[in-house]
């Protein structure tokens, strides 16, 4: 079956633009994350899904950043007034039920997002 | 692609030999550990896993090695090929079931043929 998926693979943006990052889980997961990644670093943890509701936000750097997940499945990353440390690989992953390997987390390709 | 890691640590084996990379996890609440490879442009793969109430699992030429007295992690790749080649990340769970992955500093291995 199809993995995680993500778009756009690249984004490149001007300073102070808003931009809206998508991933599509793997069908039947229900946890949904997003992780940031600069260059050199391990991906870091802005925040996660359970369902339709964010179960942990605390990764996210401030209010300018903020995520949606409607349905339960597609979730959109979403961030304002982009700023030039913004720059980096946004990298969504998903997991099965809790249950079933709930801690095995699926990445996907990841988003490059450039702030010029 | 952009490449990932390029002021990581790096490991430098013959094609056939053994690698061996390590990691120290800062949190003795942790309970679930994951070794993830990363190549150049994509996302992280999912190698092996260990829960802590294990000190060894093995897989397909790799085996993980935990040692909670001291916090270390160790990914051990029996006869390294070139496509073992990549960033290597592991990573802790600090809590059980669905809750965020702890990545540590990767290390860059880089097989020589």
């Known amino acids: 079956g199809a993995g995680v998926s993500q778009t756009p693979s690249n984004k490149v943006t001007e300073k102070g633009k808003y931009v809206e990052l998508r991933c599509d889980p793997i069908?039947?997961?229900?946890?949904l994350y997003w992780y940031r990644q600069s260059l050199g670093q391990g991906p870091e943890f802005l925040i996660y899904?359970?369902?339709?509701?964010?179960?942990?936000d605390s990764g996210l750097p401030n209010d300018r950043f903020f995520a949606v997940r409607p349905e339960g499945s597609v979730s959109t990353l979403k961030i304002q007034r982009t700023e030039r440390g913004d720059s980096a690989v946004y990298l969504c992953a998903s997991s099965p039920p809790s249950g079933r390997a709930p801690n095995e987390q699926f990445f996907g390709p990841g988003t490059r997002l450039t702030v010029l | 692609g952009e490449s990932v890691g390029l002021h990581l640590p790096t490991l430098s084996v013959q094609e056939g030999d053994n690698s061996i990379i390590n990691c120290a996890y800062s949190n003795s609440a942790s309970d679930y550990f994951i070794w993830y490879k990363q190549e150049s442009g994509k996302g992280p793969q999912f190698i092996i896993d260990i829960r802590s109430n294990m000190d060894k699992r093995q897989g397909q030429r790799v085996t993980v090695l935990l040692n909670k007295t001291v916090k270390h992690l160790s990914l051990q790749i029996a006869a390294t090929q070139p496509g073992d080649s990549a960033v290597y990340f592991c990573a802790e769970n600090r809590n059980s079931g669905n809750t965020p992955l702890v990545f540590g500093k990767g290390t860059r291995l880089s097989v020589i043929a």
């Open positions: 899904f359970q369902g339709t509701g964010a179960a942990d």
């Open positions: 069908s039947g997961h229900t946890a």
